[in-house]
């Protein structure tokens, strides 16, 4: 199938147009009475859901190639840890100083935060909520592989662990937690997605779910802000309509980067960027904690000034941590 050939080849560059979209999200760049720029800005935490989407994409494979669950949560341990410990002790380090907490408070944040459950657990502060999710989400993909993989109907399996996941949030309504949960079909989708297809593909039907899909997710989330702003928060309705819109948003994002896969000037640094989304995430998150509830900046230069650094330190940080990791590995091979 052509859309799942695409998102392997090109999900390094859709996943820095959708970290670029987050840090874009959290900025407060004044742009919201600019008609297009204000809206895709005002949308800009579905950028934490094309993460989400690929991520499920991407572990379906890598349980695929995994021998054992140990090699497949080394792997993933191998590329996390090195990543997040450093980044979240710094974090501790350098903000709970700033927080005026007690003493129980602080620890229950530190540990919160480098076990990434602070959201779970609902400690006083955390690094992220997303963080939370990427540990649900670790846990949870090997469940969800054998299900789909050892399905005699699989497409009929997918649309229940939707639907199931769907449930898991609505268990949530009108709570804190409902953020993080209300993702939880959009990883499910993700995952489903990269199951081989049995039988004659129909691309013209694909096609035509993908673009009524991503029209009714726009509309729900049009009429939501515009006409039921209650359900948003409550509801969720600020994250659920992304099922709808983030599957075909990816899909069309590869077959445009197929289309353009000459143009290695625009690509291969959205790749990198996409290569280093996990590190620019940390610390993107990190900054706009602290320019909005510590500085508490007003001036549209400032974040414009935080935002393009936090991107410049997760770079850094990813080059530096991955050029570590290789010496570590050949030092090893070595010996």
Same mark, same amino acid.
């Given at each position: 199938m052509q859309q799942r050939k695409d998102l392997t080849a090109w999900r390094d560059p859709i996943k820095g147009i959708a970290i670029? $979209? @987050?840090c874009f999200f959290h900025a407060r760049l004044g742009?919201?009475?600019?008609? @297009?720029?204000?809206s895709i800005q005002q949308v800009g935490y579905l950028g934490a859901d094309v993460l989400l989407f690929?991520?499920?994409?991407g572990l379906y494979h890598s349980l695929q190639r995994s021998q054992s669950l140990k090699e497949y949560y080394t792997r993933r341990l191998k590329r996390l840890l090195p990543s997040y410990l450093p980044i979240a002790?710094? $974090?501790c380090i350098i903000m709970i100083p700033m927080l005026d907490l007690s003493t129980v408070q602080a620890i229950r944040s530190i540990v919160g935060t480098l076990s990434m459950m602070g959201f779970i657990a609902e400690t006083p502060r955390y690094l992220n909520w997303y963080l939370s999710l990427i540990l649900i989400t670790l846990i949870l993909a090997p469940i969800l592989h054998s299900f789909l993989s050892n399905a005699k109907r699989p497409l009929l399996t997918w649309a229940l662990l939707v639907l199931a996941?769907?449930?898991v949030g609505l268990c949530y309504v009108a709570h804190n937690q409902l953020i993080m949960y209300s993702r939880l079909p959009v990883f499910v989708l993700g995952m489903g997605f990269a199951m081989p297809r049995n039988g004659k593909e129909?691309? *013209?039907?694909?096609l035509l779910l993908y673009v009524v899909g991503f029209a009714a997710g726009c509309t729900i989330l049009w009429l939501c802000m515009n006409r039921y702003i209650e359900l948003l928060m409550d509801y969720g309705m600020y994250w659920y309509p992304g099922a709808l819109m983030i599957p075909p948003l990816c899909v069309a994002l590869g077959f445009l980067f197929r289309l353009c896969s000459k143009a290695t000037l625009l690509i291969a640094p959205l790749r990198l960027l996409g290569q280093a989304s996990f590190e620019i995430f940390l610390f993107n998150t $990190?900054?706009?904690?602290?320019? *909005?509830?510590?500085?508490?900046y007003t001036e549209p230069r400032d974040y414009l000034l935080w935002m393009l650094f936090s991107i410049a330190a997760g770079l850094a940080a990813h080059i530096g941590i991955s050029a570590i990791m290789r010496l570590f590995s050949q030092k090893s091979t070595n010996a």
């Amino acid at each position: 199938m052509q859309q799942r050939k695409d998102l392997t080849a090109w999900r390094d560059p859709i996943k820095g147009i959708a970290i670029l $979209w @987050v840090c874009f999200f959290h900025a407060r760049l004044g742009l919201n009475h600019i008609p @297009v720029i204000g809206s895709i800005q005002q949308v800009g935490y579905l950028g934490a859901d094309v993460l989400l989407f690929l991520s499920g994409y991407g572990l379906y494979h890598s349980l695929q190639r995994s021998q054992s669950l140990k090699e497949y949560y080394t792997r993933r341990l191998k590329r996390l840890l090195p990543s997040y410990l450093p980044i979240a002790i710094l $974090w501790c380090i350098i903000m709970i100083p700033m927080l005026d907490l007690s003493t129980v408070q602080a620890i229950r944040s530190i540990v919160g935060t480098l076990s990434m459950m602070g959201f779970i657990a609902e400690t006083p502060r955390y690094l992220n909520w997303y963080l939370s999710l990427i540990l649900i989400t670790l846990i949870l993909a090997p469940i969800l592989h054998s299900f789909l993989s050892n399905a005699k109907r699989p497409l009929l399996t997918w649309a229940l662990l939707v639907l199931a996941a769907c449930a898991v949030g609505l268990c949530y309504v009108a709570h804190n937690q409902l953020i993080m949960y209300s993702r939880l079909p959009v990883f499910v989708l993700g995952m489903g997605f990269a199951m081989p297809r049995n039988g004659k593909e129909r691309p *013209k039907l694909s096609l035509l779910l993908y673009v009524v899909g991503f029209a009714a997710g726009c509309t729900i989330l049009w009429l939501c802000m515009n006409r039921y702003i209650e359900l948003l928060m409550d509801y969720g309705m600020y994250w659920y309509p992304g099922a709808l819109m983030i599957p075909p948003l990816c899909v069309a994002l590869g077959f445009l980067f197929r289309l353009c896969s000459k143009a290695t000037l625009l690509i291969a640094p959205l790749r990198l960027l996409g290569q280093a989304s996990f590190e620019i995430f940390l610390f993107n998150t $990190w900054f706009e904690f602290y320019c *909005k509830e510590i500085a508490q900046y007003t001036e549209p230069r400032d974040y414009l000034l935080w935002m393009l650094f936090s991107i410049a330190a997760g770079l850094a940080a990813h080059i530096g941590i991955s050029a570590i990791m290789r010496l570590f590995s050949q030092k090893s091979t070595n010996a």
